[in-house]
């Protein structure tokens, strides 16, 4: 591989990350704003408490 190659491989890979990263952060920040509508609203459930004797009980 010559190191033009290499070059543009790193960068699409970079491009990639960044589009990832992106996403993930925006689709965060839409769950957060919508917690945070539904507890405004009153929309909200509210959470359980579950008590289980192992962690296996769970799955």
């Known amino acids: 591989m010559s190191e033009e190659q290499f070059l543009k491989s790193t960068l699409r890979q ?6 990832t990263h992106n996403n993930y952060f925006k689709n965060n920040l839409r769950e957060v ?3 945070t509508i539904n ?7 509210e959470e359980k408490e579950i008590y289980v004797e192992s962690f ?3 799955f």
């Open 33 to 35: 704003i919508s917690e």
């Open 39 to 45: 507890v405004f609203l009153g929309d909200s459930e």
């Open 14 to 19: 970079i491009l990639i990350l960044e589009e």
């Open 56 to 58: 296996s009980d769970l």
